[in-house]
């Protein structure tokens, strides 16, 4: 089976640097996949993106090495496995919030007897190896995200769970969930604090911690404290900002052409 | 009929900044519509974009009030009016090189007796109004572009054609039609004249120039100049940058792992 | 945000007037709002309509100022919530049967502390603004349908639930359920009696009232007995209805000519 | 082969009453397919359909016993040739204005000697048969639209290329050409006069005469002029017609809601 | 409402030769569907088939009068809704372990009082007959996936279920839940009895029996075992296996070429 | 630039060994892709294929090593230049009958001076490297199609053509326009003679002779008899034969059952 060189990079204690794609395009996915990054995920819940064009970006992606991951709507079998199927490399799931919910979704990512995905690698033996079936299990990632008080409360018997690889902060979750507004610093206090609880709870129990950041100064500190996935911004905030910047350079000459807005999700 | 704003701009004697899709997405189509260009250009030709996916484009644009254009893919009526009945309120052709194609191109834009466009603007009329068939010929942009050297000949009897309302300089066919190498700056010698040649021919036949740069400073230089159409670089050049930017900020801190590349053209 | 003007019109105690779009095309729904509907549902459950799709469609309205709304194909969270994310102002949910179920469908169209929905409005903030964190919890409308005996029995603990605007009766299925034949009547005893009954309880709990109807007959009865959103057909019969008439006319010419038949459903 | 029922119709001297598909979607195309009429025509030309929505709405078509056509986006090989692989079992090309163009649209149409069609009729032969490549020269119908002055000049020179089965009167395009205001009523003398002069020469060289037509009372009067082919509506008019009429109804209720508009071409 | 003929032949005690359509294409549907198959499962478990191209399947489907059926991705409401009302005659529900699963997978099958699918059956009704909502609930097949140990052991509460029309065996997961390699041989021991418990079972519920097999051998092995619904391979097997037996035998001629590999699942 | 390994196999003197896809799918591209071919022809003229889905298929069999190519709808400029802009690293051109329509094709697959393709390789640049604009010229493949009895009497002006790497022979097109019954033996003396005369003619302007073959065997004895591009069928041919053969093996067991079929282009 093809090397999931992203448990490589994590067996040398480094970093993998990931990007983020909510582009529903096959294109787009291509392009990123030339830019260095060591995977891609292709993101079904808030990427404006369903199972086709998933497919397809999968494909995409797999023109590289870059490592393929999809993040699935919501913890359910049908879009975690149809993911797998479609020769995503590993799956991260948002809303893990205790035990039960993270056995539900390691179990969907996992053959028997680890779990209860149901066999039919269409693609993903085509992509990955003939011998597939057989080695799966230890080669996809299973990722459970943290983005909410029951979930900060519950790091411990979710972390314990067998099978899971790591677990992923989401701070607009997180702090929606906290009581603080969206969008603000990973530095602030409270959000630190339940931050560095997720990471701790990581290393005890010996998962690989990642942390979604919106800037690379994020980026690095996140690496800097501990944190081993780490994306930065996503390609619908990248072409944005791009853009505003570029139309915010050549219209200042012409100041009273009409505000311009980038997105700020 | 709704107002095309690119000649209002055009007639308080300002630029139009326009920007530039390539990328196959309604999705990135409305994005890009929000960050503030005048007019979006659907690339049909370099574009990965087919019909029916310029389609899409064009009703995302016009979630907004930013006008839509599209880059036909060849000089072809069927491409040409395809376009327009979609609702671009312009269309761009290229390698217009001599009298004859640059009236067989502007014929294709206006319903008789000014050209022989099919009268059948399914969305357009529902998009741009109920008077579409009356006022379209005076409202919709007809730009040839100017790449080659036969077309820099022929200048003067280009740009003569009645109803050819701008022109458009695409550097990197007419560099290579000059023999320079593809991808130089605007501002080496026999590309410079090259763009005056062109320039002045516009503004001694009242014929709007436009160009193509891939950089903001080249852009403020050409509206400098005196172009009143410009655009600024391509939405899968502002992505595969941004995206090189971030990866290379986060992976200095792992130098071993390979190189990244963005796309050059 | 964006003024979401279905409460602008109850809140002048006026019945929204909707349409309803079943079929999978973002020109047809382009179509459909600029026909004069005050909001339209993209019908994911019943229409031939997927998630790719919808997204196309809740882009195509958003050229107007109609309100898009959407149907989710069931009472789960991924789907209501990719179609919130893609920009629906408000969701339909088919077959809430009791509180439980009413719950779990209104926290998964609300924010915490008010529900469990997740933060990445992608499209939305594009569409509706960029307070959408903050202002979509009051703006987003959740109607729960009410269409079996079991929900008629629960009505009372269905519409206290904190958060449900509206419910939508479904006469189809109501009417399946209590025995009677689909496709009857909305005057029959049994069914009336079912619509006073949601009414009633309607009024009482200050939820908005809906029903679907099958001509304009029907939709004026029920604005006069107190809906404040009522849906006319469904686009698919529309055109059905109409194209069966047109042909029927034309072919009493050629009496032989085979039966045409339209959609029933 | 399987029959081409359309000249079985022509056979018994009565007309065809052929159905518009404009609306880009193999659910519309389905749907019509069941109301009745004789043949659908899949407008590539003014419809907002591209060649891969085209081929699955001759799919849906041939779910049915009506007979699938479609119209080229111009007279070119690549798309009339690429609609026959799909199984049109004929061709409707716009803007044929002289005998050249007459000869190069029919030789599209037919394999060698008669023409210069490719073989390799993909789905075609899966649906109309094994013997399609030995049966199609004769199956094939092949209609050249006269919608230009320049057209009606040259009526016989037309209707004289071997092959040619109909004309087909485009109105609104005619009437601009004529220099008439586009949408005004067939019975207008100067068009009139020219449909009268398409008509007999039909007549004159064995051709069937068709016609576009906006109603049933229209399509009627053409019927009985002696035109074979009729068509009545888009499916795009039909719809928006609909809608608008139940819109309208239902918000008498309502007078100081916004203005509705249909589609008017 | 057209005749399920799946139901004939099984009551003239006969086998249904199934086809298997993973490959997302409706062309690909329609060329299976001229094959000689008697039914074609349009796989949108572990097919890559999302929703919308599972719609243009089933249209394609029929053009024929090969039965259309569909595997929903998973034992959920939602998808086996929306296929039945996209046109198919039956459901296979993978996974299904015990008696509340199948009880959850037949009552989405069927209308009230039988079960609990919601009526809508938009495509469904336009293609099956104008009577689809009387007649379906004696019409549409369900059949039930038995391929873990689980449910082996609950065979005969899954079985008496009401509604419940068939059972389907998937050696493969049958296999890794037996703890055996997958892809083995039908014929060994393990797997040779789990296989005739469920048949014996299905005997002595009146349930009938069907089986995935990956040869026309097996099938044949498969039938005279008492099976009555068997599938030979999947089209993506068959174009791969042709393929690479056409390739190897041209390229016996250039020994030192690369290694070509078939798909193994 | 990416190696063009075609050309690396004609320099050894061997044959390149085809594939040739008619579906209208990616996943069906991959899947060939992983075959053993050294080369896939997407093919957009009597493939089932527009632009879009060519893009998709292209990058799906860039996933591996083996050389994507295309064949036009047409001898045009727009569909030629859309598909080399896509990654298509060499152009099939079907229908190329004398010197004139040699050089408009050879012409469109070259940047000046040697012809007049537009810059603009938006994926080619990605998937072949940064220097493609300088290197295509010298490594994409044109290869004109022989297959009328024009282009034989018109060989030796033809393959004169400078920048014309091979011919490629249409064995149904060139039968038919030769006056033989399509589908017939290569074996036959006038399609022998015919072959060896392009051949002969081939081997004399040091162009690489091609052609197109419906089993192994013909493609062996082509290979024989000197052709150095040689296709074995295409994937709908193998997939409706595989398949046939498996329903007649399995239907063998119910005589009565109706006939099937096979697709016989």
Redesign the interface.
């Known amino acids: 089976m093809r090397e999931n060189t992203i448990r490589t990079i994590w067996q040398r204690g ?2 993998v ?1 990931n ?1 983020w794609l ?7 996915a ?3 996949a ?5 995977s891609l995920i292709v993101d079904t ?4 993106i ?4 998933a ?2 970006m999968l ?2 992606i ?2 590289t090495q870059v490592i393929p991951l999809a993040r699935s ?2 913890n ?4 975690i ?2 993911l797998l ?2 020769g995503a490399l590993g799956i991260i799931c ?2 893990v919030n205790n035990r039960k919910e993270a056995e539900a979704f390691v179990g969907a990512c996992r ?3 680890l779990g ?1 995905r ?6 993903a ?3 990955a190896g ?1 011998d ?3 080695k799966a299990n230890e080669s996809i990632i299973a990722m459970a995200m943290i ?2 008080v029951e979930a900060l409360n519950n790091v411990d018997e979710i972390m314990s769970v067998p099978g899971l690889d790591a677990v992923y902060i ?1 701070p ?2 997180l702090s ?2 906290l ?1 603080l ?3 603000g610093a990973l530095a602030q206090p409270l959000l630190t604090d339940a931050i560095d609880t997720v990471l701790k709870a990581a290393l005890r129990h010996h998962v690989i911690g990642g942390i979604h950041t919106s800037s ?1 100064a994020d ?2 500190a996140m ?1 800097d404290k501990g944190f081993r996935f ?1 994306t ?2 996503t ?2 905030r ?7 910047q ?6 200042k ?2 100041p009273s ?9």
């Open positions: 480094e970093p640097i990007g909510t582009i529903p395009s096959a294109w787009t291509e392009l990123m030339h830019q260095g990054w060591d819940q808030h990427g404006l369903g199972y086709e064009t497919l397809a494909q995409a797999s023109t709507a919501w359910e079998p049908s879009g496995m149809k199927d479609a948002p809303m053959y028997a007897p209860y149901s066999a039919g690698p269409t693609r033996a085509l992509y003939d597939y079936l057989l983005e909410t989401g607009t979750d929606i969930s009581g507004k969206p969008g690379t980026a690095l690496i780490v930065v911004m390609d619908t990248m072409l944005s900002g791009a853009a505003n570029a139309v915010t350079a050549v219209k000459i012409r052409s009409g505000s311009s807005s980038s997105v700020p999700y």
